[in-house]
T-cell receptor, first 113, second 110 residues
Framework: DTAVSQTPKYLVTQMGNDKSIKCEQN?????MYWYKQDSKKFLKIMFS???????INETVPNRFSPKSPDKAHLNLHINSLELGDSAVYFCASSGEGATDTQYFGPGTRLTVL | QKEVEQDPGPLSVPEGAIVSLNCTYS??????FMWYRQYSRKGPELLMYTYSSGNKEDGRFTAQVDKSSKYISLFIRDSQPSDSATYLC??????????FGQGTRLTINP
């Protein structure tokens, strides 16, 4: 029983393409996140949704658009992919409380050629 | 200057050694401090969670927070090869908007 799952695990694509990454959690959490981890292992928050509403939106290009169809899912759509978008993207979820810890998915390794 | 500083290592120690991992931070408003462990090609998993200052112990792991020095530590006693991973510190004013350190890559040699 995977708590936070992401698909696909690997994504290789050409510059300029549009791609999506899907995330699902079965923990009953209200809050979901997208993080980007670069080649130097820096993990940075991109977005956070609470019960389908955007609550955190860091300085991320408009080409990145999160979509939350329901509170168990948070998908990430990326338009016009660039070389610099190559990274590992992690989805995470947490309960509604300010002290609730975050549980991470296994990551999606995106390579833009 | 980064908000959270963490030496990326790599750090290599023999099995059974005591390991000390550290982070410094600049934002005095941080109240929540975590340590995550990340195995190669996996997602981070929560190891320790501390609110405000003080120590917390869980088995072979001890987390310390010194807010006056803006310094947090993770100690691993009787280190095992299975502890080999990247250790990420994370902190925030709340537990939702976390700032992560770069991670320290640790190898425990049998």
């Amino acid at each position: 029983d995977t708590a936070v799952s992401q698909t696909p695990k690997y994504l290789v694509t050409q510059m300029g393409n549009d791609k999506s990454i899907k995330c699902e959690q079965n923990l009953g959490h209200d809050t979901m996140y997208w993080y980007k981890q670069d080649s130097k292992k820096f993990l940075k928050i991109m977005f956070s949704y609470n019960n389908k509403e955007l609550i955190i939106n860091e300085t991320v290009p408009n080409r990145f658009s999160p979509k939350s169809p329901d509170k168990a899912h948070l998908n990430l759509h990326i338009n016009s992919l660039e070389l610099g978008d190559s990274a590992v993207y992690f989805c995470a979820s947490s309960g509604e409380g300010a002290t609730d810890t975050q549980y991470f998915g296994p990551g999606t390794r995106l390579t833009v050629l | 200057q980064k908000e959270v500083e963490q030496d990326p290592g790599p750090l290599s120690v023999p099995e059974g050694a005591i390991v000390s991992l550290n982070c410094t931070y600049s934002n005095s408003a941080f109240q929540y401090f975590m340590w995550y462990r990340q195995y190669s090609r996996k997602g981070p998993e929560l190891l320790m969670y501390t609110y405000s200052s003080g120590n917390k112990e869980d088995g072979r792991f001890t987390a310390q927070v010194d807010k006056s020095s803006k310094y947090i530590s993770l100690f691993i006693r009787d280190s095992q090869p299975s502890d080999s991973a990247t250790y990420l510190c994370a902190m925030g004013r709340g537990a939702q908007k976390l700032v992560f350190g770069q991670g320290t890559r640790l190898t425990i040699n049998p």
